[in-house]
């Protein structure tokens, strides 16, 4: 095997390698694409904060939930615990459920106006998406 052979084989064993990096695992669940550990343990996105422009949109959605309204909150630039602990809030003074997704708070229920004031209250910006 000549070294050309010898270099085109590595390259070729290096992008292989690149496309077999493991997303998922049944013991620990998701994986990072970039650190390659467990999302929960995940070290290369701590402590970079969300980036936004200071804008929180309210908008209520029905699309692809059987018909039944969610009020979604976007725009927020908090770490997870901050946003989790908002959601609690917001839920909490709406009495209903809800879930924190992707950095976009979910709440059950047509609660748009409320949230925006209760958003404003806490210092926010706050906009309204839709209709």
């Known amino acids: 095997m000549g070294l050309w052979?010898?270099?085109?084989?590595?390259?070729?064993?290096?992008?292989?390698?690149?496309?077999?990096?493991?997303?998922?695992?049944?013991?620990?669940?998701?994986?990072?694409?970039?650190?390659?550990?467990?999302?929960?343990?995940?070290?290369?996105?701590?402590?970079?904060?969300?980036?936004?422009?200071g804008i929180v949109r309210v908008q209520r959605?029905?699309?692809g939930r059987?018909?039944?309204?969610?009020?979604?909150?976007?725009?927020l630039t908090l770490d997870e615990p901050a946003l989790a602990a908002l959601a609690k809030q917001l839920k909490a003074a709406c009495g209903s459920g809800g879930t924190v997704k992707e950095g976009v708070i979910e709440v059950q229920g047509d609660h748009v106006d409320r949230l925006m004031g209760l958003l404003r209250e806490k210092g926010h910006i706050v906009k309204r998406m839709g209709g």
Do not use: H, I, N, W
């Open 61 to 63: 959605e029905t699309k």
């Open 66 to 75: 059987g018909g039944k309204a969610v009020t979604v909150v976007r725009g």
């Open 5 to 53: 052979e010898a270099f085109a084989t590595m390259s070729v064993m290096k992008s292989l390698q690149s496309l077999t990096a493991l997303v998922y695992s049944t013991e620990t669940g998701r994986m990072c694409p970039a650190c390659r550990q467990p999302v929960a343990l995940c070290v290369c996105k701590k402590g970079v904060p969300p980036v936004g422009d």
